[in-house]
Antibody, heavy 121, light 110 residues
């Protein structure tokens, strides 16, 4: 059974750095084709893809946010960490991690329940 | 990269069929048969309902189907049911190994 769970602060101040952790089970990030992505959704708005890390350690970032994002993984702990610098109120959103299937495919087949992050002083 | 274009809302009566379009460009939807669709009920995480344009994951009703023509992908829901009322998002593989979501479509079952 595949599960993913996001954790991190519910409230951050403007200019601070956000660190979110995705803890997953039911698959290994060292298996070919397995990847984990971060996706966010501001309240009442659409989904926005942020970043992805692959089984082979390749990293990919949203063009518009790449200067602020860093994604990393700890395969032994089954965790993926996303950091986003210089947080702003417009970054208030529910942040999801999701398993992404690559190698000839491209889809998010399992999602965490999401964690709401509010940016406010 | 701009978001894929979806209608903001569609509606239909129970038993009817509806189609939601997802328009991209020759750099994303038009170049790859790698469009996926997600259903999201209020307060819930998105759920995969179609991948690689037309493939349904195990457990997803065959009332959901996907297709593509040129730069536009489409999701069709036949035999509308009250439980289909939700937001629907398309997503495409895009250049540089990134992913692009649509703006979302709110489906109302009348």
């Amino acid at each position: 059974q595949v599960t993913l769970r996001e954790s991190g602060p519910a409230l951050v101040k403007p200019t601070q750095t956000l660190t979110l952790t995705c803890t997953f089970s039911g698959f290994s990030l060292s298996t070919s084709g397995m990847c984990v992505s971060w996706i966010r959704q501001p309240p009442g708005k659409a989904l926005e893809w942020l970043a992805r890390i692959d089984w082979d350690d390749d990293e990919y970032y949203s063009t518009s946010l790449k200067t602020r994002l860093t994604i990393s993984k700890d395969t032994s702990k089954n965790q993926v960490v996303l950091t986003m610098t210089n947080m702003d109120p417009v970054d208030t959103a529910t942040y999801y991690c999701a398993r992404y299937r690559a190698l000839g495919a491209s889809y998010f087949d399992y999602w965490g329940q999401g964690t709401l992050v509010t940016v406010s002083s | 990269q701009s978001a894929l274009t979806q209608p903001a809302s569609v509606s239909g009566s129970p038993g009817q069929s509806i189609t939601i379009s997802c328009t991209g460009t020759s750099s994303d939807v038009g170049s790859y048969n790698l469009v996926s669709w997600y259903q999201q009920h209020p307060g819930k995480a998105p759920k995969l309902i179609i991948h690689e344009g037309s493939k349904r994951p195990s457990g997803v009703s065959n009332r959901f189907s996907g297709s593509k023509s040129g730069n536009t992908a489409s999701l069709t829901i036949s035999g509308l049911q009250a439980e289909d009322e939700a937001d629907y998002y398309c997503c495409s593989y895009a250049r540089s190994n990134t992913q692009l979501f649509g703006g979302g479509t709110k489906l109302t079952v009348l």
